[in-house]
């Protein structure tokens, strides 16, 4: 960005909790408009993720790792501690709906008030994803239907292994 020679590196923090295809649309937009990208996933066990952080950080890998400019890391903590850590500028949300519009105005402005120097930047996904939730689509495969083109295949494999191992409802057989 620019021809101060200033590099722009934003981070992309969410749950992850899986990868959707509008998380990937938000990442591709992301990469043409900043030098670096770094996907930062929150490491929040108390949320009962269906996948571990390893996990998630494995399939963000395996989906986003080849990308240039993108990076994949995991963090702790206050969001904006880790985006100093990190020198990032910016940070990158997806707005899919009116309805996502507050929660993430009061976390832009927490975020502003906690670290005036660094700016929230909302992008919207393609309309094609503008449904499309980790937790609609952890759902529907639960229930047995299908969510080809809505997440990338890699996941689609692993909650079905994943589901397959779990009896409905999401407990675990002990
Ligand atoms: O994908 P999500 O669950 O909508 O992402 C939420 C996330 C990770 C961006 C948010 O919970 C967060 O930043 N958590 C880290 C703790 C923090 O900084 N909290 C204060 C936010 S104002």
Redesign the pocket.
Known sequence: MGGSGMQVTAVY????DPITNGHLDIITRGVRLFDRIIIAI?NNPEKNPLFSLEERMDILQAVVGTLPKVRVESFD????DYARERRAQVIV?GLRALSDFEYEY??AL??RKLAPDIETVFMMPSEAYSYVSSQLVKEVVRLGGSVEGLVPLPVIDRMRTRYDSRPPGGKRRS
């Open positions: 923090p969410g749950t992850f929150l903590g206050l969001l904006i949300r009061q976390m927490m975020n």
